[in-house]
C-alpha cells in the first residue's frame, strides 16, 4: 500500500533551487534511505515533506496519517531548564505518565533519566529521547534525520540498530537521511540518492555499484579529471 | 488605599507578568528585544502626551506596530533584523526625546508607578492578571517552538501564529512595564528576574516560579524602600533585581564547584 507519493517536487530556497523534479513513492512499512553529499538538499527534502517549506509539485500523503519527525539536532545549552519528563510532557495531553515509560523502554533508556536535564544527557542519549519524543503519538511515519559528526560511530549503529528494532516490532514505515552507507545498506529497503535531483532510486543492492555512487558523490572524475598533453 | 500599597500591588502583578514572558525571552535568547520595544513606546507616549490622551494607549499602538512589523519582516527581509531593530529602535528613543514634553521626560524614561490613577492600576492588574494566564496556557507550545521550530512544527503547532501571540504579549508587558520602571529599564525589568531564576534552576517549573518569585520580590520591596527613601522606584527594583541576580550566580558557581 502506497503511503507517500512525490510527483515533480521543486524547492527554492532564497532564490536557489535546492530540489529539482524529485519523483518518489514510499510503500507502508518499508524503509527508504535518503543519501547524498553534503548539501544535497536531504534535511530539506524532509523538512518539505513535514510540511515545513514551501514547494511546488505534488507531496501526497496516505489521508489522516500520523508523522513522527526526529530532528538532525536541537540547538539547546547544556543548561537549558527543562528536565527529560518535561520535555517530553511538551507533546501535550496525549503524554501519560504509562505512555512515557513504554517509550523509554522501546528506545533503550532507564526511567531514570526523566529527572535529567536536557542539555545535561550525551547526544546519544539525546537522540533517544528524540525518537521516544516523535513516537509518543504511535506514527504510522518515522522521518529520521541523522546526526551529523556529533555521534561517535558505535553510538549511530547502535541507534540505527534501535529504530530496526523498533520499525520491527511496531511496523512502522521509516524514511531516513544518511551518511552511513554500511547502516543504509544494511537496513533499508529502498535508496534514493539526492542531489539537487534524484539521481538513483532502488534497492541498496541496486544502488550500491560503483557507477551510481561515483555519479552521486561525484567520484573520480570529480577529482582527477586533468588532461595530460 | 493609600498610594503605598496600591502601588506595591500594581508592581507585583506587573512585574509577574513580565518575569514569567522573560523566562521565554530568555529560552529564546532573545534578551534585548525588551531593550527594543520599550524604546518604540516613547513616541507613542510623548504623542499621548502632548494630545492628551492616555499614555497607555499611546505607547500599545506603536509597540503593537512595532512587533507586526519584526513579525513581518523575521520571514520576508534578506536584512538582519537585529541590524534593522537596532537602527529603526534607537531612532525611536531619539524621536521620543526629542518631542517628549522636557518635565516629562524623566519620569517617561525611568518610571513613576505612584503616579498612576487608582482606574489606571486598576486595568494594570487586570492585563497582568490576563496575560500571566494566557502565558501560562500556552507555555507548552512557546517552550517547544524555543526549543525546536521543526519539532514544534512537525506535532502540528502553528509557529508563525505562536509567535506574533509572543511578541503581542511581549508588547503589552512593555506598555504596563513602562510605568513601572520607565523606557530605559524596561527590558530588564523582562529579562533580569529569569536570568537570576536560569542560575538556580534544572526544570522549566522551578524556573517560570523562581522568576515570578524573584520578580515580585524584587518589585514589592523595590517600590516600598523608594517610597521611604524618596527615590525613583523603577530603579530601585532593578538594583535589587541585579543583587539577586549576582547572589543567583555564586549560588550557581558553587553548585558547580
Known amino acids: 500500500m502506497k503511503i507517500l507519493e512525490i510527483k515533480n517536487l521543486n524547492v527554492r530556497l532564497g532564490g536557489t533551487k535546492v530540489l529539482e523534479d524529485i519523483n518518489f513513492e514510499v510503500e507502508k512499512g518499508e524503509v527508504l534511505a535518503i543519501i547524498g553529499p553534503n548539501g544535497a538538499g536531504k534535511t530539506v527534502l524532509l523538512k518539505t515533506l513535514l510540511g515545513i517549506l514551501p514547494y511546488k509539485g505534488e507531496i501526497k500523503w496516505q489521508p489522516n496519517i500520523k508523522i513522527g519527525y526526529v530532528p538532525q539536532r536541537m540547538d539547546i545549552e547544556t543548561d537549558i531548564p527543562l528536565t527529560v519528563a518535561e520535555f517530553l510532557k511538551l507533546r501535550g495531553k496525549i503524554v501519560s505518565d504509562e505512555n512515557i515509560k513504554e517509550k523509554l523502554k522501546n528506545v533503550g533508556l532507564n526511567e531514570n533519566i526523566l529527572k535529567s536535564g536536557l542539555g545535561k544527557i550525551s547526544i546519544g542519549q539525546r537522540q533517544r529521547i528524540l525518537v521516544a519524543f516523535s513516537t509518543l503519538n504511535d506514527p504510522d511515519v518515522l522521518l529520521f534525520d541523522e546526526p551529523t559528526a556529533d555521534i561517535d560511530i558505535a553510538g549511530q549503529e547502535s541507534i540505527y540498530k534501535m529504530l530496526h528494532q523498533l520499525q520491527k516490532s511496531f511496523d512502522f514505515t521509516v524514511i531516513l537521511v544518511s551518511h552511513d552507507l554500511n547502516v543504509v545498506y544494511r537496513y533499508a529497503d529502498k535508496v534514493l540518492c539526492l542531489n539537487k535531483k534524484n539521481i538513483c532510486l532502488g534497492t541498496p543492492k541496486e544502488i550500491f555499484n560503483t557507477e551510481q555512487l561515483l555519479n552521486l558523490y561525484g567520484g573520480e572524475k570529480g577529482f582527477y579529471a586533468h588532461k595530460h598533453q | ?257
Open chain 2, 1 to 257: 488605599m493609600s498610594i503605598l500599597i496600591q502601588s506595591i500591588i500594581v508592581s507585583i502583578f506587573v512585574a509577574a507578568a513580565a518575569s514569567l514572558l522573560g523566562s521565554f525571552a530568555i529560552l529564546k535568547r532573545m534578551a534585548l528585544v525588551g531593550d527594543a520595544l520599550s524604546h518604540v513606546a516613547l513616541p507613542g507616549i510623548a504623542l499621548a502626551l502632548i494630545f492628551n490622551f492616555n499614555p497607555f494607549l499611546g505607547a500599545v499602538i506603536f509597540l503593537i506596530a512595532a512587533v507586526t512589523g519584526i513579525w513581518f519582516l523575521e520571514y520576508k527581509s534578506d536584512l538582519s533584523v537585529e541590524t534593522l531593530v537596532g537602527v529603526f529602535f534607537a531612532a525611536s528613543l531619539a524621536l521620543g526625546a526629542v518631542i517628549t514634553p522636557e518635565h516629562e521626560l524623566l519620569e517617561t524614561l525611568l518610571g513613576n508607578i505612584a503616579s498612576l490613577t487608582r482606574q489606571e492600576s486598576l486595568i494594570s492588574i487586570l492585563i497582568s492578571i490576563a496575560l500571566i494566564v494566557f502565558i501560562l496556557k500556552i507555555r507548552k507550545k512557546l517552550a517547544l517552538n524555543m526549543i525546536s521550530e521543526e519539532l514544534a512544527q512537525s506535532i502540528g503547532i502553528k509557529n508563525r501564529r505562536l509567535e506574533l501571540a509572543y511578541l503581542m504579549i511581549f508588547a503589552l508587558i512593555v506598555a504596563l512595564g513602562i510605568r513601572f520602571v520607565g523606557a530605559l529599564l524596561m527590558g530588564s525589568l523582562v529579562i533580569i528576574p529569569a536570568a537570576s531564576a536560569k542560575n538556580l534552576a534544572k526544570s522549566l517549573n522551578s524556573f517560570l516560579s523562581l522568576s515570578v518569585i524573584f520578580g515580585i520580590i524584587a518589585a514589592a520591596s523595590g517600590v516600598y524602600i523608594a517610597y521611604i527613601y524618596n527615590f525613583s522606584p523603577g530603579p530601585i527594583f532593578i538594583l535589587i533585581s541585579a543583587i539577586f541576580f549576582i547572589i543567583s550566580l555564586i549560588i550557581r558557581k558553587f553548585n558547580q564547584i
